[in-house]
Nanobody, 123 residues
Framework: QVQLVESGGGLVQAGGSLRLSCAAS????????MGWFRQAPGKEREFVAA????????YYADSVKGRFAISGDNAKNTVYLQMNSLKPEDTAVYYC????????????????WGQGTQVTVSS
């Protein structure tokens, strides 16, 4: 079984920063892309960012563009999400995911999911 483990979540004041990490491991693990999703209280799960291992192309939701940055270490199967200028509306459980497909935007495109890490932004 493939295992994804997120870390780095916590409580931060508005305007602050957090860096999330997601490490993937497992038998014959391989993916084309990894991404981050989030689910806020009372809202649906939404796409945040993704990175493709081949070429390193990155993709962002409009709501986080310019504030968040995704990066990865292919050799370590680890992806990071640097979150700056955090807002209370960023409060959510953040999930990392891995996909073997060529698509990245929809949750149904992903094959494996982590357990989630809580990010709380206070005002």
């Amino acid at each position: 079984q493939v295992q994804l483990v997120e870390s780095g979540g916590g409580l931060v004041q508005a305007g602050g920063s957090l860096r999330l990490s997601c490490a993937a491991s497992g038998r014959s693990f391989s993916s084309r892309a990894m991404g981050w999703f989030r689910q806020a209280p009372g809202k649906e799960r939404e796409f945040v960012a993704a990175i493709k291992w081949s070429g390193g192309n990155t993709y962002y939701a409009d709501s986080v563009k310019g504030r968040f940055a995704i990066s990865g270490d292919n050799a370590k199967n680890t992806v990071y999400l640097q979150m700056n200028s955090l807002k209370p509306e960023d409060t959510a459980v953040y999930y990392c995911a891995a996909t073997t497909s060529y698509y990245y935007y929809r949750g149904t495109d992903y094959d494996y999911w982590g357990q989630g890490t809580q990010v709380t932004v206070s005002s």
